[in-house]
């Protein structure tokens, strides 16, 4: 039927890699999820020599009689966050890679992007905030806003941590996205998990238009022809991964945002990833945001992988 979507084709491109991190940047205000976070970052696969960079930002304006005792005090909780990392580390026998704190002064969002920049980053892991919701709501959360201006991956940590991840769910669209977004689940996975849930919402194009015309078998039919097409373009995708994992896929139709979170919820996820599209302008104000959605209502932790080109400009 006219008018669907084609996806596109994938024939001889290379099978995503399962490299690790070389650098790592988490961001940290000293409350309870942040913590999370520096957790969450020194569980993530980290290659020989590489870094983990822990960072915290103080605001503009501290009342210059307080600022030497509020850095200095700054300044100590990052050295006992890096301490007990590298105490972690070594009981891990990871003597080959290196911890290191960086103290910043801005605005938070913009300095972690900065730093990540500079750092050339692989991955930046930062807290949800649970509290101060119409606060979040109105003027988005730090989160958030490095999710809309960074072409970096962000991973939002919600739970805190007991382990390596071993129950995640990938959310693809089949569309620019998808191979980065596999490459970038399997990145933070490591070698060790082999069963992955995959999950896409696909709709039936222009229904709207043909059920004034069409009987319900006919609509039925045209629904599952758009299902066996969306299922046929995933299972192409996913075979260029190789035979090392052993996916469970998922075709829901629907509004992505509620499948995904749906299906996070069943498969007990302790890590949704999931690519990202619009973040400003008038198509994120009507269309919204699949990405931020989940981020604010799945019940785990939530890896973005940004756009596959995307052109970056400091806020």
Not at 113 to 128: F, P, Q, S, W, Y
Not at 266 to 273: E, G, I
Not at 302 to 310: C, E
Request: with cysteine.
């Amino acid at each position: 039927m006219a008018g669907r979507r084609k996806h596109r084709g994938t024939a001889g491109r290379k099978a995503p890699r399962r490299s690790p991190f070389r650098k790592i940047l988490v961001a940290t205000d000293f409350a309870q999820d942040a913590g999370w976070a520096v957790e969450r970052a020194a569980r993530l696969p980290l290659a020989e020599g590489g870094k983990l960079i822990i960072a915290h930002v103080l605001p503009y304006g501290i009342p210059p009689k307080y600022e030497g005792q509020i850095e200095r005090d700054a300044q100590r909780s990052l050295e006992d966050i890096v301490r007990r990392v590298l105490d972690g580390y070594r009981k891990a026998a990871r003597a080959d890679v290196s911890v290191v704190s960086v103290l910043l002064t801005g605005t938070t969002y913009v300095e972690i992007i900065r730093l990540a920049r500079t750092e050339m980053a692989d991955i930046i892991v930062i807290g949800k905030h649970g509290r101060r919701v119409i606060r979040d709501l109105l003027l988005g959360s730090t989160a958030e806003k490095i999710i809309r201006t960074t072409n970096i991956p962000v991973l939002i940590v919600k739970v805190k941590p007991s382990g390596s991840y071993n129950r995640p769910v990938i959310a693809l669209d089949l569309e620019d996205t998808a191979r980065s977004t596999i490459e970038l689940a399997l990145r933070s996975l490591g070698p060790k998990v082999t069963n992955i849930s995959v999950v896409h919402a696909y709709t039936a194009p222009f229904e709207g238009f043909i059920v004034p015309s069409f009987s319900a078998r006919e609509v039925n039919a045209y629904r599952n022809e758009c299902r066996d097409e969306a299922l046929s373009g995933l299972q192409r995708l996913l075979k260029l991964t190789g035979d090392t994992v052993r996916w469970k896929v998922s075709v829901k139709r629907g509004d992505p945002r509620f499948v995904l979170t749906r299906e996070s919820a069943t498969h007990r996820a302790d890590l949704m990833v999931l690519g990202t599209h619009s973040r400003s302008g008038l198509s994120h104000a009507l269309l919204g945001s699949v990405a931020e959605y989940v981020v604010r209502s799945a019940a785990c932790d939530v890896l973005l992988s940004p756009p596959a080109r995307f052109s970056f400009a400091l806020p």
